[in-house]
């Protein structure tokens, strides 16, 4: 996996230069529907060059994030599945070539999907599942386009402000944490919140 930790590093110089906020933009936009490194790389950097934009950070991240998310649904829902119900040449490509994609991965969604909608979309957002290949899936399986852009402005928005308020409030102190526990805590609330969401639902 070498050629990702190279990528992980080029994507971290650009935190110095005067271009580090158009390549977040980029990054995040990129990642919703096919780059392998998680923005929060670079908006970490960024806030830590300066905090006092750690929020202006986090919404330039979030912007791009949706946007892409929003392509990476046009993408599934008009150039995956053929008119005959296979898989296009495009798709394949990705099967073959984006990391985090696959066939079994793909089919499975579905039925989450069935079941959860926007909570599958939130999880996906909030947590460190590869979050392309769910909005790529909501194309595909037509997901409700209000719903799905609702649901990744919530969650994107979500994990990226929680990343620049911890910057914002406790400095490069935090980061070692925020690289170690992040995912875990990103997780354990998601658990956390759809559960209890899951419960009132069968309670009532």
């Known amino acids: 996996m070498n050629w990702l930790k190279k990528t992980y590093n080029w994507v971290l110089k650009w935190a110095e230069t005067p271009y580090g906020p158009i390549a977040l933009f980029i990054l995040a936009f990129a990642e919703s529907i096919f780059f392998p490194i998680p923005p929060d790389v670079l908006l970490i950097a960024l806030a830590l060059g300066c905090t006092a934009k750690s929020f202006r950070f986090a919404l330039n991240c979030t912007i791009g994030s949706v946007s892409g998310a929003m392509i990476g649904y046009a993408a599934g829902h008009f150039a995956w599945i053929t008119s005959s119900g296979e ?16 066939v079994s991965l793909f089919n499975g ?43 990744s402005v919530i969650s994107r928005g979500a994990r990226f402000f929680l990343v620049a308020f911890l910057i914002w ?24 919140l759809v559960g209890g969401f899951v419960a009132i639902k069968y309670l009532l």
Request: aromatic letters at 26%; hydrophobic letters at 55%.
């Open 87 to 102: 898989f296009t040449g495009f798709a394949h490509f990705f099967f073959n070539n984006i990391p985090g994609f696959s």
């Open 109 to 151: 969604i579905k039925a989450l999907f069935v079941e959860w909608d926007f909570w599958v979309i939130f999880t996906a957002g909030f947590t460190p599942i590869p979050y392309k290949v769910f909005t790529i899936t909501s194309g595909v399986f037509d997901i409700n386009l209000v719903m799905f852009f609702i649901a």
């Open 169 to 192: 409030k406790f400095g490069p102190d935090i980061k070692r944490f925020i690289d170690k526990y992040f995912n875990m805590l990103a997780m354990g609330f998601t658990i956390v």
